[in-house]
């Protein structure tokens, strides 16, 4: 069964960032759950953000699931990227997704690889900076299926990257890297800008998708863009897709009636899913 989420970020620096509720874990899980979402999506500065007991109270309280956490405060705060030309950045860039993953192994939720895939440029070549990445992606995957958990690679638009931008990309360095728990993020805002096909892009990953992230094509909540989301859910049900659907958005007009909206476009849209 699909499940709703919604983004909270514990990062001041990301203040203008694609996130619905900024601020205090507490305040932002008691948003979530007063607008009826099923779990939250944390944006946290690093690990030590992330205790397991003091989290997993919270979200108990609350009543909600943990879909994943993101990593992206390792660029936005410290500039880590897997594919710097420098190997101590390298290193301590898998350090802080070590860290991550084990925050999250704790608390029983995935860790996302997003902006610290970095990018090829200078004297880095596209073929190394994939040769790094894929390394990198082996390792942190292994000690993500230690702790029981997937392991989520993102594709972002070219804005943001020049190394993983589409689906078929992010396969490509899967298969090469062989571990069955490290999954595809399939971030919808993203793929309206890369993909030529929704269909074709979300069939060929089929169970290989293991997060998704609801973005409209203007990365406002789903239903304020032009994405055809019904059609888009429906192509997600037919690969199998059992996951959340979580909102990576801009929280407008507002971040309460952003959820609101969020909500009302995912029960639309899996209101005629069966259970599988």
Same mark, same amino acid.
């Given at each position: ?22 601020? $205090? ?6 948003? *979530? /759950?007063? !607008?009826?979402?099923? +779990?939250?999506?944390?944006? =946290?500065? #690093?690990? $030590? ?6 989290? *997993? /109270?919270? !979200?108990?309280?609350? +009543?909600?699931?943990?879909? =994943?956490? #993101? ?206």
């Amino acid at each position: 069964m699909m499940r709703s989420a919604i983004t909270v970020c514990l990062v001041p620096e990301a203040a203008s960032g694609p996130f619905v509720f900024h601020g $205090e874990l507490d305040q932002g899980c008691h948003q *979530a /759950a007063a !607008l009826g979402f099923d +779990g939250v999506e944390i944006f =946290a500065p #690093g690990p $030590e953000a992330l205790p397991a007991d003091p989290v *997993a /109270a919270i !979200l108990r309280r609350h +009543g909600l699931g943990l879909a =994943a956490l #993101g990593s992206g405060a390792g660029w936005v705060k410290h500039k880590l990227s897997l594919t710097s030309a420098d190997a101590s950045v390298r290193q301590q860039a898998r350090r802080f997704l070590r860290e991550m993953i084990l925050a999250g192994g704790r608390l029983g939720a995935p860790v996302i690889l997003g902006s610290m895939q970095g990018r090829h440029e200078g004297e880095v070549t596209r073929e190394q900076a994939l040769d790094w990445l894929a390394e990198a992606v082996a390792e942190l995957a292994d000690l993500a299926g230690e702790m029981g958990q997937h392991f989520l690679l993102e594709p972002l638009n070219r804005y943001e990257t020049n190394l993983l931008r589409t689906i078929d990309e992010t396969l490509g360095l899967l298969a090469r890297v062989g571990r069955k728990n490290a999954k595809v993020l399939a971030d919808l805002f993203h793929m309206n800008i890369e993909e030529a096909s929704w269909a074709a892009s979300i069939a060929k990953a089929g169970a290989s998708i293991g997060h998704v992230h609801f973005a409209d094509s203007n990365r406002r909540a789903m239903g304020l863009g032009h994405t055809d989301y019904k059609s888009v859910v429906g192509l997600l049900r037919d690969a199998g897709y059992q996951g959340y659907l979580s909102a990576e958005i801009f929280p407008l007009p507002d971040p309460t009636e952003a959820g609101k909206q969020t909500l009302r476009a995912f029960r639309e849209s899996t209101r005629d899913i069966p259970d599988r």
